[in-house]
């Protein structure tokens, strides 16, 4: 028997709901972190400070936006809540420095490869003064991207803003990085092939240049989930440690012993479980201590990235969660590295994390309408079925047995014998079929034997259900039963790690959070492609199959009431991954932001609105070249009138039609 938890047992059991209710379905309060919040009236909020008193209501921004002509699908991003989510993490090592009298700074350094959003970037360089934290590359176009982002950021030489380098450089990677060094920015390349090394002595002495040098070193530590071949021994990065004492070698060679400044490592993403941190740092630290005996210039400890993101609350060591919170990362890498040096005598280095997921996660949102809903029927007209059997009967024909069986089994079902009625059900559907198959059943007899047969298990279901528990045997029905509740949106464009590793991400109604839902259902976005679905839901409990969600409503005009789903913690990663199926483009994307308190705000302004790619535009992105394509129309629509196919007011209703909507967005609009 499979007991039932509390979401499933709530879609069965019809009491008065709350909002806490609702909450505690969802996981609100696991997933959303402080950040996120649910009104008495049941519209979901974001607060970007956590604090309580400044929250932005999702379904008064959407009314909002859509008042001003933008429409969903809408990615937001709170501004305020990534500068709470740096903040968070600054305090958290500030608090473990000071607690442990580690006797160096931290900065973080964000790898722009997370999201490379210019307006998200900027935010976190402009951050980055204050905060003494700065920016990683991991490519050409990124450097470029950094050096640009970084030009006025505090001032030049050591004292400015860090930026790293990491990922495989070429030549003319690396004589910019020297040219940069010589312009005064604080830029460290890490080297992760021994001829990147080769090429910075190079450039160094050419251009007369003391170069900040990192080194990527191959630990033994291994990593944990999804990105465990980041670190090992077959890392594709980074230099086996016979290479690491060679560097020493011939940089000592040249004289450049002194300019090996930074240790790096980095063993993974969403790292879900801390013992893999302790553990690569403290392998980790005990290199650094070596190095630095042999005289290395070194002073700063580079731990990379990986701290995770809890994104189905569950606080546990499983890859859509972590075990472990920010402060708790803080502590331990700070004590792993200060016990390490202080055990070899070697003075404290400054600490440096490329915390990417973790601080840029929680800051986007993207909110979908839902387009409709395809459901079996669990109320079928048995009057109309009965009636079309005793026709047959009248008419002198046989009724297949599988149909009297089922209807039989749909009439008797009690309490006492659940299992034996889904049992009978069950092959009288399967003899149904059979007897279609071999052409002894009309079409109608089928839809009538299916029609049954779903309705009759919808009943199974909510009698296990009442009972709290759900046979074994039927555990799967939920799923087979459950809607399909259509959204618009791409999963490919805008969640594309769901569909390339099965990353979960929470997922709830930003409104009627006060009313029970009272449906089960998958997602399914508006690609033509059978894989563009969520059928995977966060849950801190239990694998869940299905979503909790209100039945779609109609307005009083008779149109169809909107009903908005949130899908959260995208911040990280899914912009940039996000890919052009069937065309359908990116997002409009808005930037929120609390009103300024000084100025007497209390509520949330519109800060930026980026729209997202028109047709025209993604069209251009393959190549098409849209006045060819509109002339090529043109001349069509031209022949079909001259030839009578079409009126002249059709042919320019169908021109405007295409001309409108190669200005309008890729998806749907209501
Ligand atoms: N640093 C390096 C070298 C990486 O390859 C990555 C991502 O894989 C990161 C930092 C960022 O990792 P995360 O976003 O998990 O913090």
Redesign the pocket.
Known sequence: MATLSTSGRSAFLHGQWSVGDSTALYGVADWGKGYVGVTNEGHITVMPGKDPGRQINLHEVIDGLRERGIHTPVLLRFNDLLTHRLREIRKAFDDAITEQQYNAGYACVY?I??NQQRHVCEQIASLGVELGFGL?A?SKPELLAVLGLSATAGGPGVNGMPIIC?GFKDDEFIETVTLATKLGRNIIPVVEKFTELELIVKHAKAYGVRPRIGLRVKLSARGAGR?ES?AGVRSKFGLFMSEVLKAVDYLKAHGMLDCLNLLHC?VG??LYDIRVFKNAVNELAHVYCELKKLGAGLSMLDI????GVDYDGSQSACSSSINYTVAEYARDVVYRIKSVCDSANVEHPMIVS?????MVAYSSVLIVDVLGASRFESHPDLDAIEAMVRGEVAAGNEVPQPILDLLDAYRSLTDRNIMETYHDATQARDEALSLFSLGYMTLAMRAAAEQIFWALCHRILERAGKRGEIPDELTALPELLSDIYFCNFSLFQSMPDSWAIDQLFPICPIHRLNEQPTRQAILADITCDSDGKVDHFVDKREDKKTLELHDLRTDEHGGSEPYYLGVFLLG?YQEILGDLHNLLGDTHAVHLKLSDPAAGGTGWEIDEVIEGDTVEEVLSYVQYDVPDLKRAMRLDVEAACRQGRLTLSEGKSLLKYYDDGLEGYTYLEG
């Open positions: 790898p490869k997370v990683e991991g990491n990105w980041s980095h993403s969403q990379g990235g990986g701290m490329e915390s990417g997921r973790a990280a």
